[in-house]
């Protein structure tokens, strides 16, 4: 039986964020050059994003480049840029095939004009996409969401709009970039590396973490149906007892 036929359809996590690396050891083991690895990278979202639509995920969220990643030479980070802007427009006729909504989180206004323009207008040209949202994670942090979420709450107490016991779980993720997505149920990280790298952390609370030796540019189709039935395996009990999940 193929892989994707061993997908249990009525159990399909509504939500997969994954944190795409390995393109450098990638590039590096095929004697290329880095920018080569990040190249070859997006094949593997183009394949990841179209099967995702195709079983019906609701939402894919990748990390497409860090706040950190800010720190690497300037060559890479201007060719990641570039390669952003060019994926956008060349990936177009795979969003609109698959009815895939473009979003993005992170301090956007960090990156440079162009992709912050051609970004927009992607995202305005997909929104009336229904199928799948595709959102990319971009100059993207946690602690840096989480710490403009506190700012934000915290002027919100400052102006008495609202009391410092309003202040629950339910404000908070409503004050995060992910605001309207469900948290993820199946966190997938590529390349043998067993780290979260500040991504998503309030909304990984109680995700189920698939970590794979796979590097991002070999990591295809079957690549992901194997990550869903490792995760349709594992039994989710939010602190509960297994008796107690397993109640009718
Ligand atoms: C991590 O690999 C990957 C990145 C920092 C960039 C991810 C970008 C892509 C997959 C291509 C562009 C994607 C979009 C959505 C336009 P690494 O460089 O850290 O690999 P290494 O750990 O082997 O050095």
Redesign the pocket.
């Known amino acids: 039986m193929s892989l994707e036929a061993q997908i249990d359809r009525t159990n399909l996590p509504q939500h997969i964020a994954i944190?795409?690396?390995?393109?450098?050891?990638?590039?590096?083991e095929q004697g290329m050059s880095?920018v080569l690895?990040?190249?070859n990278?997006?094949g593997?979202?183009r394949e990841v994003a179209e099967a995702a639509a195709e079983l019906g995920i609701q939402h894919i969220t990748?990390?497409?480049?860090?706040t950190e990643?800010w720190a690497?030479p300037k060559h890479?980070v201007n060719a990641?840029m570039e390669?952003?802007v060019e994926?956008?427009k060349s990936?177009m006729s795979t969003l609109k095939k698959n009815k895939i909504q473009l979003n993005a989180i992170g301090n956007l206004s960090e990156l440079p004009e162009s992709c912050q323009i051609n970004l927009k207008e992607a995202i305005e040209e997909t929104s009336n996409h229904d199928h799948m949202t595709l959102t990319?994670a971009l100059s993207y942090s946690a602690r840096w969401e989480l710490e403009n979420a506190m700012q934000t709450i915290a002027h919100k107490i400052e102006r008495k709009e609202i009391s410092a016991n309003q202040v629950n779980e339910e404000l908070i993720s409503k004050h995060l970039n992910t605001a309207n997505m469900p948290d993820p149920e199946l966190l997938i990280r590529t390349?043998g590396?067993k780290r979260i790298s500040n991504f998503l952390l309030w909304q990984i609370a109680y995700s189920e973490l698939y970590f794979t030796d796979t590097?991002?540019?070999d990591f295809k189709k079957d690549d992901l149906f194997q990550a869903i039935i490792d995760y349709q395996k594992r039994e989710r009990r939010f602190g509960k007892t297994s008796e107690q999940v397993n109640q009718l």
């Open positions: 944190i795409m690396d390995g393109n450098g050891r990638w590039a590096k880095r690895g990040h190249k990278g997006v593997s979202v990748l990390y497409a480049f860090s990643n690497r890479e990641l390669l952003l994926t956008i990936e990319l390349s590396e590097l991002w540019p």
